[in-house]
Every structure is written in C-alpha cells, then in structure tokens.
C-alpha cells in the first residue's frame, strides 16, 4: 500500500506534489468570487433570525407546556401515593374492623395539599408562556414595532461587550467597533454628550469603512438587531446622538424589579464608574456627562430615582429579549447594582436581538 | 505580529492590520495571531469573511466544479457559523467550523447533483448549462480534469492537503475522519491522479 500520499517513490512523489500544488493553485486562483458575498450573506443571516427567534419561543412554550404535563402527573402520582399510604396505615392500625370507614369522610374534606394548589397556576403560567411564544413568532412585526415605539431603534449599536465586541454588525452595520473602543476606555464622565458620540461614531465609520464597505449599507435594518443590550442603559442618549432615549426614560418607568434587573443585565461598565459619576436621577441629555459613564448612572442616583431612571431602558431591554424579563422578576435594585459591577454583559444579549 | 508599514495610514483596527500584513492572502488558512476573544457573531463574520472568503471559495469550487454554487455554500457555511458563534466564540474555531462546513455542504451538493443528473432529461447539446462559463477556468488545467474523476473523499483530502495547506490533523477534522483515513485518501488520491495524468 502506498504510504503518506507522496507515491511510492520519494523524489518525483515530492515533485509531482508540488507539480499538483502549483496547478491547483494556478487554476483556482483565477476564480474572483462576486464582490458582493458580505451583502449575501447579510442578508440570509437577517432573513433567518424571524426563524431562530420563533423557534426559541416555540421551543419555550413547549418546554413549558412539557414541564407543566410532568408536573400535574407528578402531583396526581404523589397524590395517589399518599392516599395509598393511609390507607395503608389504616389497615394497619385497624385490621379487620370497619372503624376506617367513617375516617374516610373526615379525609376527603382535609384542606388541600399545596402542591395540588399550585397545579392549576402552573398550567396556566405554562399556558400563557406557550401563548406568548406563539404570539411572538407568528408575528415578528409586533415585536418590531414594540421595539420601535420604545425608540431602540434610534439607537445605533451601542457597547454590548469588553473589548473587539464592536460587533462590525454584520445585521447592525456601522457604528460597532466604535462602540467597543467606547466601551472599553469608556468615555471620562466629564466628556459631554455629543462629543463622545461623535467621537465614537466617527472611529466607527472609519473602521467600518475599511473593513468592509458593505456594511454601511445595511445601518438601514430592522433596529432590533442593533439590540446591542447595553442599547437600554447607556440609553441615556450616549449612544444616540438625537437623546430620543433619554425622551422616553421619564414618562413610563413603573420602577418594577424586573426593570432594575435588565438594568443589570444589559449594562456592561462596572458600578464604580457609575458611582463616580453621580448625575441627576433625570435621564435628560444636559446629565449627559455623568450618564455616559454607563447605564449605571441610574446607579448613581438614590433607589428610587434610580428605578426610575433605570426604567428607559427596561422597556428597551425587554422588548428586545422578552426571557431576561422573566428571570430578572426575583431580583431588587440592590442586588442588581451589584451583578452589574460583576457581571459584563456578554455577547448573549445581544444575539438574542441580533436574532429578533 | 508585525505592524504595518503605512506611516500614516497606520490601521487602527484589526481588520485593517491584518490585511495590511498579507492575511487576506490566497492560502492563509491559519489565523494569525491576535486577540480574537470577545468578537460578537456579526463581528467575527466580518472579519473572518475579510480573511477567508476568497480562499473558501476556490476551495469550494475545487471540490464542487462551479464558481456559484462554491460561493452559495461558503455564504451557507458563513451563516452557520454565525449561528453557532455562541459555541465557537473563537476565530481559530471559526475557521476550523467554516472549512468542516465547507466541506460538508459541497459534498452534500454533490450527493444531491449526482441524483439530479440521474433522474435528468437530458439537455441537448449545444445548450450550454448556467455555470458553464463559470467551469471553463477550472477545466482548462490537467490536473483539475483529472482531480474531477477520482473519488469526492479523495479529492477533498487532495485539495485540503495541496491547495489548503492543511495538515493532516486539520484535515482530518475538516472531513470528520481519522488521520489515518486522511494518509490513505490522500495517497490513493494521488496514485490515481499521477496515473490519470500519464494516461493523457
């Protein structure tokens, strides 16, 4: 058998090798692929996401409506069990006699077990999770359009991650490695708004524009792409140069927990910075400054204007990731305050919108 | 890695370094050495695609015979990796998952035009196919006719092993077999060629 793909003899093997390598070469470096491959593939990445996206959700409310199943036949398992174990235990204690029988009233109206209580709801959240996926996958504009009313969509891409995750959108398009070195140095608290937009969007066209021409093109798509999570919380308007975010900030915020959470979680500069900061609890551009220092500044402000400020960008953040909301329901400010310093936001968050 | 030259058109990104120093190049497969960690999906499809579509590409068409169906799987390949960046979250696992789906996806092409061609009526004669104009390049060399007659495992090894560049482990990885099995493709490939050439 010949060994080691060079032939059976070593000297015209190498040669012929080299003869094959150089052909290969020769012919199939005359091919010039179409310049527009990055469009393409732009586009079969934006065109799939509506379909990962529905999956997910699909995938939830069936995992959910599964769990949900396992969960009433364990109870009526465990149910039985119990009530086989009485029973039991009546016949021992009284065998032969009849004395169980007028117990077995006195049982039947005992209170409920709780976790015969808590079926019902478990179907139902089960349900309405099912219910919301499916709504959502059915129909992707909702989602667009919820995103839009928010205003993430004024947004351009903000910091998602640490470093390089610029994130040379290739669904987002411009702004993205901007946004890293903005994200990584992150601009002096004292820098005022519009310059360090300006200063970030600028290194980002430029290096958008080197790396790949095609990516200008596509700043035009859907904003839920942008999605970069840190969207919500640098909101702010540090991002946006037009501080449509900071507009939106005051009027809603409720100041739930859930919002405080997504603060967290889509924030990516640690708390100390924001604690530096120290701004005024309203969003408006004029506290830009300290703003810019992060999503933290909501931080910065005493709980309660910080719920408040945090808000915006609550709003943001869930409509754009609808499964962070429902984790972040058991968390408070405090707490959260605290995973924003440990915790970076990481790529997940915004694939997620990336996906949407 | 070796900065640029340029003065003061010095790349600021790394995008721009490492074409500036040649990555882009034509067998470049090995992805040079900088901090890759931390890039997002959309970011690394970017770039990866500044590094390594062109090669990709011809090495598609090496081993599916057509310019755009070679560029439809590596899109394919590229979008896939965009979707599982999540897992990869590494630019040299990136590549190594862009060249296993490469590969898989031309193959899977050509198991689906074999049975096309099977159940296809057959076109008359003077009636050029689509891609015709495409596969004139490639069939002008010896070697390309004679690659295209030995079989698609032998002909993948030989082109990961003579245009890629690859080593056998890389290879091996690349086609999802063992090493061993990539010695003997790539032998027995050879010895087909060598002997299809001297026939002609």
């Known amino acids: ?326 984790s972040s329901s058991s968390a408070d400010t405090n707490s959260t305050n605290q995973t924003q310093g440990s915790e970076p936001a990481d790529s997940e968050s915004s694939s997620p919108a990336a996906g949407s | 890695m070796s900065e640029p030259q340029h003065g003061d058109a010095r790349p600021t990104h790394v995008t721009e370094t490492l074409v500036a120093t040649g990555a882009g190049m034509p067998g470049a497969f090995v992805a040079p050495t900088t901090a890759r960690l931390g890039w997002n999906a959309d970011f690394a499809v970017t770039e990866l695609y500044s590094l390594h579509y062109r090669t990709l590409v011809r090495l598609a068409a090496l081993l599916v015979r057509d310019t755009p169906t070679a560029e439809e799987v590596v899109q394919d390949a590229f979008v896939a990796m965009h979707d599982a960046w999540q897992r990869l979250r590494d630019a040299e696992n990136a590549l190594a998952y862009l060249r296993q789906a490469v590969v898989n996806r031309s193959r899977s092409v050509l198991r689906h035009r074999t049975v096309v061609d099977r159940n296809l009526v057959k076109a008359p004669p003077d009636m050029p196919s689509a891609e015709h104009g495409a596969m004139i390049q490639l069939e002008r060399s010896a070697v390309i006719a004679a690659l295209r007659g030995l079989p698609v495992r032998q002909r993948e090894a030989i082109v990961l092993r003579y245009y890629a560049d690859l080593s056998e482990a890389e290879i091996a990885a690349a086609m999802g077999i063992s090493r061993g099995a990539v010695k003997s493709h790539t032998a027995r490939g050879m010895t087909a060629l060598r002997s299809a050439l001297e026939r002609e």
């Open chain 1, 1 to 326: 058998m010949v060994r080691s793909g060079h032939g059976s003899d070593g000297a015209q093997g190498h040669e012929f090798a080299e003869f094959v390598r150089r052909s290969l070469h020769a012919a199939a470096d005359q091919l010039e692929p179409s310049p527009d491959g990055l469009q393409r593939i732009r586009d079969k990445i934006r065109s799939r996401p509506a379909h990962a996206t529905a999956r997910r959700f699909w995938l939830a409310g069936g995992v959910s409506a599964v769990f949900s199943i396992l969960a009433d036949l364990a109870l009526r398992w465990y149910a039985a069990l119990v009530r086989g174990w009485h029973a039991l235990r009546h016949g021992h204690t009284a065998p032969g006699t009849h004395r169980a029988k007028p117990d077995r009233p006195r049982q039947a109206q005992r209170p409920r077990d709780w976790r015969e209580a808590i079926l019902r709801p478990a179907f139902a959240v089960g349900f309405a999770l099912f219910a919301v996926g499916i709504v959502l996958a059915a129909m992707p504009s909702v989602r667009s359009q919820i995103a839009t009313s928010i205003g993430f969509g004024t947004q351009s891409s903000t910091p998602s991650t640490g470093p390089g995750n610029s994130g040379a959108g290739v669904l987002g398009g411009g702004t993205q490695p901007g946004t890293a070195s903005s994200g990584d140095t992150g601009p002096a608290p004292g820098t005022t708004c519009p310059s360090s937009t300006a200063s970030s969007q600028a290194a980002a066209s430029q290096n958008v524009k080197k790396s790949s021409p095609a990516v200008q093109s596509s700043s035009s798509t859907p904003p839920a792409v942008h999605s970069a999570p840190a969207v919500s919380s640098s909101t702010t308007g540090t991002a946006s140069p037009s501080g449509t975010a900071t507009v939106t900030v005051s009027p809603t915020v409720t100041g739930t927990k859930t919002v405080t959470k997504t603060v967290t979680q889509t924030s990516t500069p640690p708390v100390t910075e924001t604690k530096q900061a120290a701004p005024t609890p309203t969003g408006s551009c004029t506290s830009s400054p300290a703003q810019h220092a992060g999503p933290a500044v909501s931080s910065s402000t005493s709980k309660a204007a910080a719920s408040k400020s945090a808000s915006p960008s609550k709003s943001a953040s869930t409509s754009a990731s609808p499964s962070q909301t429902a």
